[in-house]
């Protein structure tokens, strides 16, 4: 029995570099950065002060009209799903007053939603004064009724319900009139690329014809900053942000905070082809798997990274070990989770030789984290579109800030420039990897369609 081919044929986001696709491509290839001092809230006295913000960003009125409460989480993903409806050929979302399945002639029980979005910001400053007026300072305790009374006053309900993580995949639902499956998976950095192949998973098993899948988060506040600093797992270089996010390089100090989102469509093939529409590529295989390590470290030897790109190849039926029919590598560019962490790039670059042998050393390999910063659970799918774009041109982006080579990540992380790989054959199939806190590890593959 063959298997349910699932294609890709819309892409939108919204990133600290941009919001328009080929703009932000456009500043990858020249490894522009989007890091740069907090200004959200007053980071002074932070020993990480900054961060990769989404400046300047405005939810069209139309799309604000579902959901006038939705915090800037949601707006991300309401604003990138717009995009990639568009870019679908689907229509124009924003006149289309919840109808946008029926309007594309979709039966809304078989559009579906797939999301790794995280949760709202939290009502920061109104919190923090209920705790402080339910603070009994002789008792060293807090005083719950005191605390309610203040709370009543100060939180709003709407702001509270904002921050369940459940909502994104709601508003979503609403703008798009989408009655399919509906899903939302928080396993941390590795969220949305989760999200995306199990979006196609549902495909694949006749579940949809259509899903909306990818990711959206911000934890660019006084609560997301404090808890990584605490865990030392942020960048401290306060003086020259732009250069902080140093993957790979043996001065990195940590990774940067970033936000966003990113949201793919994704068809069968079959419905795809009946509505002759554009296919950008085409998902080849997924893998899912678990450390069962620690929360916070991934396992020494990259076994469970391994295992998940071992999935997603087999699925493909590519042979890591092999050349492709034309010599090329059995991948020809693999998008690394890359955060500039020390343990995370020697390890990831340790499970890439595992997989990949020899032919590890002859494939491009690079973090666009260097550029974006951290997107947390909109990271993994904001980087696949990043492969796809890389199919679709035939160049792959660079690891920039890469100055300085680590003995223990002696791989091709394109350093510092954009490479154009249309003399070598191009580029034809894509990895993509996204690890998260917890030892949630997977891996997409896409590659060019062909009929």
């Not at 980071?43 to 959901?67: C, I, K, M, Q, Y």
């Not at 919840?98 to 999301?115: D, W």
């Not at 006749?206 to 506040?221: N, P, R």
């Amino acid at each position: 029995m063959s298997r349910t081919r699932v294609v890709i044929t819309g892409m939108g986001w919204v990133t600290p570099l941009g919001d328009d696709v080929e703009r932000v491509w456009s500043r990858l290839m020249r490894g522009d950065s989007g890091l740069a001092p907090v200004t959200r809230f007053d980071a002074a006295t932070f020993s990480t002060n900054f961060a990769s913000e989404v400046r300047g960003f405005e939810l069209d009125p139309a799309l604000v009209e579902f959901a006038p409460d939705a915090h800037l989480n949601s707006r991300f993903a309401m604003s990138a799903a717009a995009s990639a409806w568009k870019s679908a050929g689907l229509g124009d979302v924003r006149s289309m007053g919840g109808e946008a399945a029926r309007r594309a002639k979709i039966e809304p029980g078989r559009l579906g939603i797939y999301l790794g979005a995280g949760e709202g910001t939290p009502d920061f400053d109104n919190f923090a004064a209920s705790n402080l007026m339910g603070w009994d300072a002789d008792a060293r305790d807090t005083d719950t009724a005191r605390w309610s009374e203040a709370a009543l006053v100060r939180l709003r309900h709407a702001s509270e319900m904002e921050q369940e993580p459940n909502m994104t995949a709601q508003h979503l639902a609403d703008v798009f009139g989408a009655r399919g499956p509906s899903f939302n998976c928080m396993t941390a950095c590795a969220a949305s690329t989760q999200a995306t192949g199990e979006a196609a998973e549902i495909l694949r098993n006749g579940d949809a014809d259509v899903m909306l899948a990818g990711g959206s988060h911000t934890m660019i506040h006084p609560l997301g900053m404090t808890g990584f600093i605490r865990l030392t797992a942020m960048s401290s270089r306060r003086d020259d942000p732009a250069t902080a996010s140093r993957p790979f390089d043996s001065t990195r100090d940590g990774f940067v905070m970033g936000e966003g989102a990113g949201v793919l469509v994704l068809e069968t093939l079959e419905h795809a082809t009946r509505r002759g529409a554009r296919i950008l590529a085409e998902v080849a295989g997924y893998g899912a798997s678990a450390d069962a390590y620690r929360i916070t470290d991934i396992q020494p030897d990259g076994v469970g990274a391994g295992a998940a790109m071992r999935q997603a190849l087999e699925q493909a039926e590519i042979d890591p070990a092999k050349p492709d029919s034309s010599g090329r590598p059995p991948v020809q560019y693999i998008s690394a989770h890359g955060t500039g962490t020390k343990e995370n790039d020697s390890i990831e670059t340790r499970a890439v030789k595992l997989v990949f042998g020899e032919q590890a050393k002859r494939i491009p390999f690079s973090s666009v984290k260097s550029m974006f910063g951290h997107l947390i659970q909109a990271a993994g799918a904001v980087e696949l579109m990043t492969c796809i774009k890389a199919i679709e041109t035939g160049w792959v982006p660079p690891t920039i800030n890469l100055r300085h080579p680590d003995p223990e990540c002696d791989l091709d992380y394109v350093p510092n420039s954009a490479r154009d790989m249309r003399d070598r054959g191009g580029v034809d199939i894509c990895l993509s990897n996204s690890f998260g806190f917890g030892g949630q590890n997977n891996t997409i593959i896409v590659k060019r369609f062909s009929p």
